[in-house]
């Protein structure tokens, strides 16, 4: 699976980026989809994940309420919505996928084999 991310950008504090992720190469309907994010001299972090099936998904405590992951299947996408940024947001945004065993840490980078080049959001104060 290869992954495409887009969708980064400069935004005011407050402001919102919609974040695009496609993956080629094969469909990712059954594959759990994650955003990850690194903030520079930071360690990369959990952002959100949504499960193969759309109907699951979790957030990072810092973001809940102000972003949402989705996706769309038939085109072979994943979305994550960010509103009411914060300059604390600011970091390159990756997206990654995989199929990961039942009860894997859907936090932990590991659990994922396949990433996006990232894209890169700023958040101006």
């Known amino acids: 699976v290869q992954l495409q991310a887009s969708g980064g950008g400069l935004v005011q504090a407050g402001g919102s980026l919609r974040l695009s992720c496609v993956a080629s190469?094969?469909?990712?309907?059954?594959?759990?989809m994650a955003w990850f994010r690194q903030a520079p001299g930071k360690e990369r972090e959990f952002v959100a994940r949504i499960r193969w099936s759309g109907g699951g998904t979790n957030y990072a405590d810092s973001v809940k309420g102000r972003f949402t992951i989705s996706r769309d299947n038939a085109k072979n996408t994943v979305y994550l919505q960010m509103n009411s940024l914060k300059p604390e947001d600011t970091a390159v945004y990756y997206c990654t996928a995989d199929r990961p065993p039942y009860g894997s840490m859907y936090y932990a980078g590991s659990t994922y084999d396949y990433w996006g080049q990232g894209t890169l959001v700023t958040v101006s104060s």
């Open positions: 190469g094969r469909t990712i309907i059954t594959y759990d």
